[in-house]
């Protein structure tokens, strides 16, 4: 039987995730990794890339990642603006998954329904 105490909330792996690729010292600057986690901020051809990440991944290409490897930034950086962009978008989608849950349950208790 699992001892209480070390057993971890989601919700507290979902946090330390988050103040991890955020602040956490890293390749790249905790002001890029915000803006890619945001997918905000970014200058071309990295919006570009970040964009695609969190909106559209299966249309990131190698010309995408070669573009921003020509603009200065290394793989090191790449790999993790891409990690922040994906789970700043899977944060997002969470969040506002969490708020449709939590809608329905005030709804149900209201006794309101759609219409």
């Known amino acids: ?9 989601f919700g507290e ?3 330390d995730i988050i103040t991890h690729i955020q602040k956490k010292d890293a ?10 986690f945001n997918n905000s901020g970014l200058i071309e051809p990295l919006s570009t ?3 695609k990440v969190a909106n559209y ?3 990131v290409t190698d010309s995408d990642i070669s573009a921003v490897k020509k603009s200065g930034i290394s793989e ?14 899977a944060s997002r989608q969470y969040t506002n998954a969490l708020a449709a849950l939590e809608q329905v349950i005030t709804d149900k208790e209201g006794g309101t329904h759609a219409s």
């Open 76 to 89: 090191d950086q790449i790999f993790e603006l891409v990690i922040c962009a994906a789970v700043g978008q």
């Open 13 to 15: 792996l979902y946090q």
């Open 27 to 36: 390749f790249s600057s905790q002001a890029e990794r915000q803006a890619a």
């Open 57 to 59: 991944a299966f249309k």
């Open 1 to 9: 039987m699992e001892n209480k105490k070390d057993t971890v909330s």
């Open 49 to 51: 890339l970040i964009n």
